[in-house]
Structure formats: structure tokens, C-alpha cells
């Protein structure tokens, strides 16, 4: 099993930026992919960003050019560069990554504990 940890999260004015990690640990044979997802009070969770084996990255349309998602795979850690910060953007933010365990297994998703992010007017 993978265990991911957030940390970067706080409390930020309107226009300002936060750096989000995700260090996971753990075996697992390879990566497939790893994303980052937000929950607001009251709202469901909803994908933010994703990047691939591949480096291919999609972006929800609310933070296009806003944010950037990139990786570390000596590190085993990802990043979430958001910018340009708005108060909708407040939430708990939560690191998933979809990996192989072993080769020729099935894939595996770990989350990890979510982190918070607000932002203020």
C-alpha cells in the first residue's frame, strides 16, 4: 500500500500563491497517474488536475492558467502550483495517485489526508 501526505496548505489572500506537495512512500512497481481533487463545504469532491506516466496533464477548466500540476519521480513527490488564488478556490485539497502495486496487477488508488486551502477577500 502507498501512503500519500499533503503539506503547502494555508490561508491566503485573494491574488496570492501556494505550493502543494504530495510525497508518497511506500513500494509499488510504477506510477500511472496522480491527481489532485478539492472539496468545498457542502460540495462534492472535484478533480483539479491530473498528470500522467506520460506527463500529460488536464486542468478543470476553473484553474486553467492558473494552475500547474508537475512531479518529482526521483522524489516520488507531485506539486500543485496554484496561482492567482481566488476565495472559490477555498477548499480541502487531496493528493490521488493511481499506481501499479507489481507488475502485470492491477492498478491501485491511494488518497491522502487532504490539506487545507483558503483563501481570503
Known amino acids: 500500500q502507498v501512503q500519500l501526505v499533503e503539506s503547502g496548505g494555508g490561508l491566503v489572500q485573494a491574488g496570492g500563491s501556494l505550493r502543494l506537495s504530495c510525497a508518497a512512500s511506500g513500494s509499488f512497481f510504477s506510477i500511472n497517474s496522480m491527481g489532485w481533487y478539492r472539496q468545498a463545504p457542502g460540495e462534492q469532491r472535484e478533480q483539479v488536475a491530473t498528470?500522467?506516466?506520460?506527463?500529460?496533464?488536464n486542468y478543470a477548466d476553473t484553474v486553467k492558467g492558473r494552475f500547474t500540476i508537475s512531479r518529482d519521480n526521483a522524489k516520488n513527490t507531485g506539486y500543485l502550483q496554484m496561482n492567482s488564488l481566488t476565495p472559490e478556490d477555498t477548499a480541502v485539497y487531496y493528493c490521488?495517485?493511481?499506481?501499479?502495486?507489481?507488475?502485470?496487477?492491477?492498478?491501485?488508488?491511494?488518497w491522502g489526508q487532504g490539506t487545507q486551502v483558503t483563501v481570503s477577500s
Open positions: 490521488n495517485l493511481v499506481y501499479f502495486p507489481r507488475y502485470f496487477s492491477r492498478p491501485f488508488t491511494s
Open positions: 498528470i500522467t506516466i506520460d506527463n500529460t496533464t
